[in-house]
């Protein structure tokens, strides 16, 4: 079992979306959230005054799959969130030791 | 013995007699003390019905020449054989045809009801912008602060209400009567004594406190209507510059401050028939100085009361870094500043127009186009300064903008041309660009919503432009200067530096640096001792936090999940 943590431009997640559904991933975990990388963001003026906008906006997907279908899943997500621009965002693996559905005690993959 | 009753029947009728006589002086010195009050009452009585206001001496033509001709009295005056003739004339005319004499009583009623509509349904337009004031302070500022921006709105009206009804009206208005009666709305009479100075050198109103006696009559309360929502106008400025960081009673205290005193008494100068009013007549400076709707009267004592209080409080903490630079802190919502403006701009449609205080004074689709051209020009100026200055136009300037030129038109609204008003507008546009840097870089007085620069700066623009481009079509007779003629030339009205009355310019000059000097030195000098005997900031803790929580308790947006969860848990 694997956790799979995707950082995207947020106007890429419909897309992103569409290619896990259309694969069958069946559930996602999804959050705003800010941060920067190597390009550390840019500088605006309000009222006169500069000020950075180094931590941009993103979109972070969370999600927990098989071993078997992780290579395809994490496939379909660099392809559709890709534009080749400074920006595009990573993706994470981590492994998972377990997996517990709360409403019925279903324990590991059957659990996902 | 006979002699002797005689005698006495003699004295006791002398006695009598003399008894008789002290009587009668003593009956006459009373009748005297019972009329004297009567003689006081010679004043106007109140109308609280409202049924006595308007008859045929206030029906009027457009160039204001009353229906009802007048008996001359002084037989030596110049033109008293015309005055006497035309007199005669309007005898013999009323003797013939009663029943339009009858028709006229209708017609004066008629007039000042058209008024009372007119002042009153502006004086309501006024009223909404605070709404938008409301909502353009909170979009300016952080997140953490939008709850006490919105209770500094809310309790600048409520507080500076309950102070303008109980003396600032009566400070500010209680002589009106005397030099600038108000004829449009039936020449307020009641409001006829100063409390301070007298004839041309008022200093203060003394009439119509509470609204009781005097007070208490329908004229009346139009006036007190239209004029507390200005007052207001002044009390929610100051909000622009010292939020985010004054405590809430050091707030109270200053829109008690500025309802009952600091407005209200310069209010009495310009509007009140106070001598700032009457220097054309006492001082040869034009027509006195002419504030038409408030750019000093109303702005600049808001605007310069603002930044005597910012400079009490300093910056807000992260304001300017170690190095004294300043920093931003960017608008929560864009959203709120727009159509917080847009709410300011159809509220001056009142501001502006209403103040003739009459729509029997056609001048009021001159006033309300010209506001509405030095909006657009104030605006479109600061957006495209900014524009080439740093390369993109800034939705907040680009609104203080429009401000700045409604600020700044509010004083010669009624006096200047429709090109004048454009370059009126231009000029506030440049002026509040350069106030908002001129304050963050160099004063460092920190005004998170630039309400220095829109009200302060940009309302002494407003007054001085009256005294430049004022082109004398309108105003004839102003503060009491030039009724017959004026320049040479009759039906001249208030004439600015560029149609050739250089005095005016200097009167302007005067009255609006003078209006600087009274809002700023007077907030600063009690704003200091109130700030010694007990701080008017909020603590550092409360100041990092926001002030929405530990001031009133609830977040702006409790919504947010986070601040939702927290708030259950310690349930």
Not at chain 1, 69 to 79: D, K, N, P, Y
Not at chain 2, 220 to 246: D, K, P, S
Not at chain 2, 351 to 372: E, K
Request: proline share 4%; aromatic share 10%.
């Amino acid at each position: 079992m694997k956790k799979i943590e995707a950082v995207i431009q947020p106007f890429k997640l419909d897309e992103v979306k569409a290619a896990l559904i259309a694969i069958g991933v069946s559930g996602m975990t999804i959050a705003e959230v800010r941060g920067h990388g190597r390009q550390k963001g840019h500088t605006e003026v309000y009222r006169g005054t500069e000020y950075a906008v180094d931590l941009i906006p993103k979109v972070k997907l969370e999600l927990f799959v098989p071993d078997a279908r992780l290579e395809e899943i994490v496939l379909a997500i660099s392809s559709a969130a890709h534009t080749g621009k400074i920006g595009d965002g990573k993706i994470f693996v981590f492994p998972v030791d377990d997996a517990v559905r709360i409403r019925n005690g279903e324990r590991g993959d059957i659990a996902l | 013995m006979n002699t002797e009753k005689q005698a006495e029947r003699a004295h006791r009728r002398l006695h009598r007699q003399s008894l008789f006589k002290n009587c009668a002086w003593l009956a006459a010195g009373i009748l005297l003390l019972l009329w004297m009050p009567c003689l006081a009452q010679q004043a106007p009585k109140p109308d609280p019905a409202g049924i006595a206001t308007g008859d045929r001496t206030t029906a009027v033509d457009g160039a204001g020449n009353a229906f009802v001709v007048s008996e001359p009295t002084d037989k030596t005056a110049p033109g008293y054989e015309k005055s006497k003739k035309d007199f005669d004339e309007y005898q013999a005319q009323a003797a013939k045809e009663p029943l339009a004499t009858k028709l006229a009583d209708s017609v004066g009623h008629i007039r000042l009801a058209t008024n009372f509509a007119w002042t009153l349904n502006t004086g309501y337009l006024v009223l909404f912008m605070q709404a938008g004031f409301a909502l353009l302070t909170c979009g300016l500022v952080r997140k953490k602060n939008a709850g006490h921006l919105m209770m500094l709105n809310f309790a600048a009206y409520v507080f500076a209400f309950l102070a303008y009804y109980a003396v600032g009206f009566a400070f500010q208005f209680g002589a009106v009567a005397i030099n600038a009666a108000p004829t449009n709305l039936g020449g307020i009479p009641t409001l006829n004594s100063f409390l301070l100075g007298s004839g041309s050198w008022g200093f203060l109103g003394g009439k119509g406190f509470f609204l009781t006696g005097p007070g208490y009559d329908s004229g009346v309360n139009v006036l007190m209507l239209f004029q507390v929502v200005f007052m207001e106008t002044a009390g929610y400025i100051i909000v622009g510059a010292i939020c985010e960081r004054i405590t809430f009673w050091a707030f109270l205290v200053a829109e008690l401050f500025m309802g009952a005193l600091l407005y209200p008494i310069f209010g009495c100068w310009v509007w009140g028939g106070g001598w700032l009013s009457q220097i054309g007549s006492t001082m040869n400076l034009g027509h006195g100085y002419v504030d038409f709707a408030g750019s000093t009267v109303v702005h600049a004592i808001g605007g310069f009361a603002a930044m005597a209080l910012a400079l009490i409080l300093g910056p807000r903490l992260g304001k300017y870094g170690p190095d004294g630079k300043p920093r931003a802190f960017p608008a929560h919502n864009l959203v709120f500043v727009v159509t917080g403006t847009f709410i300011l701009l159809f509220g001056w449609m009142g501001f502006n127009p209403g103040s003739t205080l009459g729509a029997t004074d056609l001048r009021i689709s001159v006033v309300a186009v010209n506001t509405n051209l030095a909006a657009v020009a104030g605006s479109a100026t600061a957006m495209l300064l900014w524009y080439r200055l740093f390369g993109k136009p800034d939705i907040t300037m680009a609104c203080n903008g429009m401000l700045a030129g409604l600020v700044a038109i509010t004083a010669p609204c009624a006096f200047v041309s429709a090109t004048s008003s454009i370059v009126i507008g231009v000029l506030a546009g440049m002026v509040v660009c350069a106030g908002v840097l001129f304050n963050d870089r160099v004063t460092k007085i920190d005004d998170p919503c630039g309400a220095i620069s829109v009200h302060g700066f940009c309302g002494w623009l407003g007054a001085v432009s009256v005294g430049i481009f004022a082109d004398g079509t309108y105003g004839a007779g102003w503060n009491g200067v030039g009724a017959a003629s004026y320049l040479g030339q009759a039906g001249k009205g208030v004439t600015g530096l560029l149609y050739g009355d250089s005095r005016q310019f200097l009167g302007q000059l005067f009255g609006a640096t003078l209006c600087v000097v009274w809002a700023f030195g007077m907030t600063f000098v009690v704003f200091k001792i109130v700030n010694a005997i007990k701080p008017i900031r909020v603590s550092e803790e409360v100041e990092r936090e926001g002030l929405d929580v530990p001031q009133f308790g609830l977040p702006a947006y409790p919504e947010d999940a986070v601040h939702a969860s927290a708030m259950h848990a310690t349930q």
